[in-house]
């Protein structure tokens, strides 16, 4: 529980972000967002204790089963995309937030600063800023970009954070879940590609498909196995 070692100044409002899908070459980077305010530190263990008995983890590391099973106890349900969710774990009223970065914003931005700008729209989203600190965790090694003002937040990045951070594992768990169901919904109008069993990585039958039929408009079209085949 990496968060008690972090933070400190209590009361104050704890936000953390992860992203799924910057590996694909199709569709968006999706942003998962929790929100919780803490009384004191004895309040951030016991609800770090709740998480932990959820069994939150990496999102890559366990099943898409496991993800449901987990998002189910914490009664999680609408995970619509820029729509504010609230659920409560250990008597605290939690929000969530899922959040998009299409490939278009990827190709115009690169994968990293879109992903980046995504994580930093859903903290904003989600922030009340009740005149107390606020306190982001980041998964990865980079701070949010601010263009010639201060970061209105206490920002803490932490590589291999879905990992070590249970608050940033389960804004993992509800941005792989939804960015997994998108996909499967692109499959309905893409079925040639597969998207609902690769969900939009390289893979070689993705890969093929693309050879074959060429990019569809969502596809991200700096990257290398998709740029060669978009007509010049």
């Keep these: 529980m990496i968060e008690l070692k972090l933070i400190s100044d209590f009361p104050q409002e704890i936000i953390a972000v992860d992203e799924v899908g910057r590996g694909p070459l199709v569709g968006p980077v999706v942003i998962g967002a929790i929100r919780i305010l803490i009384k004191d530190r004895d309040h951030l263990k016991y609800f770090l204790k709740s998480l932990k008995k959820a069994e939150i983890n990496d999102s890559k590391k366990i099943s898409s089963k496991k993800r449901v099973q987990i998002l189910k106890s914490l009664e999680i349900q609408s995970l619509d995309f820029r729509t504010m969710g609230k659920m409560s774990v250990a008597e605290t009223e939690c929000e969530y937030v899922t959040w998009e970065m299409s490939a278009e914003i990827i190709d115009d931005e690169n994968i990293l600063w879109a992903s980046l700008?995504?994580?930093k729209e859903a903290s904003l989203f989600l922030s009340h800023q009740k005149k107390i600190k606020?306190?982001?965790?980041i998964d990865g090694h980079k701070k949010f970009k601010w263009d010639n003002i201060s970061s209105p937040f206490t920002e803490i990045p932490i590589v291999k954070g879905d990992s070590k951070s249970?608050?940033?594992?389960l804004?993992?768990?509800?941005?792989?879940?939804?960015?997994?169901l998108y996909m499967s919904e692109?499959?309905?109008?893409?079925?040639?590609y597969g998207f609902n069993t690769h969900f939009g990585y390289p893979t070689k039958v993705h890969k093929e498909a693309i050879k074959k039929f060429g990019p569809t408009p969502i596809h991200r079209k700096t990257f290398k196995g998709v740029k060669e085949f978009i007509a010049q």
């Design 171 to 180: 804004a993992s768990i509800i941005a792989k879940e939804k960015r997994d």
């Design 186 to 192: 692109l499959h309905e109008i893409y079925p040639a």
């Design 166 to 169: 249970l608050l940033i594992g």
């Design 117 to 119: 700008r995504g994580m």
């Design 134 to 137: 606020t306190t982001v965790l």
